[in-house]
């Protein structure tokens, strides 16, 4: 049974006024109290990983002091030392107007015990901002700010906003495109009030219980599962006095913020923000570290990007097509470097070395003909000639002997060295350090026992031995361990626990593999068809279908940026067509469309990939829809198995002339004659088209009237033929 819930004693002064002389504060989280980034983070704190060559929490301090935040209180547990260290030698510590202050801690084993020691050290004098060092966003505080400040002038129990945004998970993998569980959320949409809180940590499919007296004291509700959870919120001096008074509120969303919403006897209330063109997500696990990385290139994240954010000598130029490029780069002439890549200073790229939808820290020295895509490659690794990398993260330091191979999913920790032509299998995890004997659960979000703590600070103290005393008895542990990783390797391969593959491939940067895509799919829709046969039942009481109340317009529009985002992501990184089918149709699954919106959607993304092609004349255009065309026709074929979708193309053509792409209207006619060429849209469905304008207003016909020559001729040609068979 848990420790009855107390009220907080009230520290400060409620009055808004008091409040509003007080500087705008927050509390940084340094630790995340997890194990999800291991064996990594053993020897150095998740915030100092870089990100696209930039620690995190560098990211997390330039939002804050960007949003008018004054004072920062950074709070450290796990390799506390480290972050002092970064800190003390970084700008942040001599900025006018915003002070960051570290508080230590080595026996705090959760965010409820951190906030509890905060609240003892009496810094916080009015509404804070609450975040993880491992979060980046690009939105205005101002609205959200003031909205909570409004609700509590109202409302004294209004203690805390979170903030939200659109993101739906993957029907198949039932996770966002970040890795994390999907979200239950039941919200007022009157007053956004949240009113319940589910992790779909068990992945289950379309229904949620709720308890029924949501629905007795709600006059309205709106259930979600396209909610992402943006970990920052915004919150009144009471919770901290909460933490402090409930010992049994460890979790921030699990124990605390539950605990709030099936609280009756107190009423504090918990209330949302939505953000829409904003930015901002957490770095949960590899896939979202993944995700998060190609946003920053990608610049959804504008102004915390590479070429804005350069720390010290690091300098960043953007050049074409999202590629990075440090200064004092050496490449060789043969070497080629893709699009969305960055490549960090002082590094050394050798003769026919390909590089593609990679990061490249600084320092590092890659030999020739070596192949890497899809990863991350930290500071001042080496690797050899001959080396293939695809979708791995290698930490600082490490050694890739000529010829070896790291498979999808692969992580290497700090100075590892994989043996001349060893192949390092799929989602291995690999360490100087043995791997514990008792692992912590990465289930317990936040949570970590004191075992954690001793391991932590051992592999510390390990890696300080190797970084400044030559005395470690390398040659040793070579010959120890050699046989695991080829002949002159260095490190263990950590085992996966029982239980924990399927966790490897969903939290890996490697994308998931399209035969466990299929398979997961066939599931799905067999269970679908189940329901289906059902769907004229009651639903049982308490029992609701989420998104009752999401718009069809808004389900449209959201669908279609995911569809552009997948195909972008397809084109960037040499994605297989039958891959991108099973993205899509997930899509399709999630927002409930058919497959005319899939093809309208798909052709969109192709038209306007084309137009954003670099192009100087209206021919290289053309030549532009062409090459994609060709390239894309597969999937687009693969949506319209009718002529009532081809024709829904034809008008989705229209549209994009009218309205997104205009320059493409002179080009209207001839890419429909390249669309009929190809075997894409039929005569039939241009005809019937036709026949539909017939009574058109002239505004509705215009393109109609364009393609009059090419539909004539198409009748003229039809006619021959069927004279030709007459005879």
Known sequence: MGVQKKAPTRAVSDDPEDLARVPLQAVLLADSFTTR????????????????NIPMIEYTL??????????????????????TNYLENSQWFS??????TTIESHN???????LRLVYERNVIHGDFVLISGDTLSNMSLTRALQEHKERKKKDSNAVMTMVIQRSKPSPITQ???????????????????????????NHLKGTLSIDKMLLVDNTSITLHNDIQDCYIDICSPEVLSLFTDNFDYQHLRRHFLKGLLVDDIMGYKIFTHEIHSSYAARVDNYRGYDAISKDIIQRWTYPLVPDVLSLGNSATKLERRGMYRAFEIEQSRSAQIGPLTVIGTGTTIASNTKITNSVVGKGCTIGSNVSIEGSYVWDNVIIEDGCELRHAIVCDGVVMKSGSVLEPGVVLSFKVVIGQNFVVPSYSKVSLLQQPKKQDSDEELEYADHNSDTLDSAATGTMDKQNGDSSLEFSEMQHHVSSELGYGGVGYIW????GSHEEEWRHSVAPIPAEKLAEITQVIEDDLELVSQDSNAPASSGELKPDTQISAEDDAVYFEKEVEATFLRAVNENVEVDHVILEVNSLRLSYNMQSADCAGAIFHSMMKLALDTAHSSRNELLRNVQ?????????LKSYLPGKDEEIEVILKFEEICLESARELSPLFTQILHLLYDKEIITEEAIEDWESEKKDADEADRVFVKQAEIFIQWLREASEEDDEEEGE
């Open 627 to 635: 090459n994609m065309v060709n390239t894309w026709q597969k999937l």
């Open 108 to 114: 705090s084993v959760s965010a409820g015990d951190a």
């Open 62 to 83: 330039a939002w804050l002091e960007s949003s008018g935040v004054e004072e920062v209180f950074v709070f450290c547990c796990a390799h506390a030392k480290q972050v």
């Open 37 to 52: 980034f291991r064996p990594i983070t053993l020897e150095r704190p998740k915030v100092l990983l870089p990100l696209v």
């Open 495 to 498: 085992s996966i626990c029982e």
């Open 175 to 201: 996770q966002s495109r970040l890795g994390t569980d999907g979200l239950f959320m039941a919200i007022d949409p009157t007053t956004k009030q949240l009113l319940h809180y589910e992790e779909n940590t």
């Open 95 to 100: 900025q006018p107007k915003f002070s960051v």
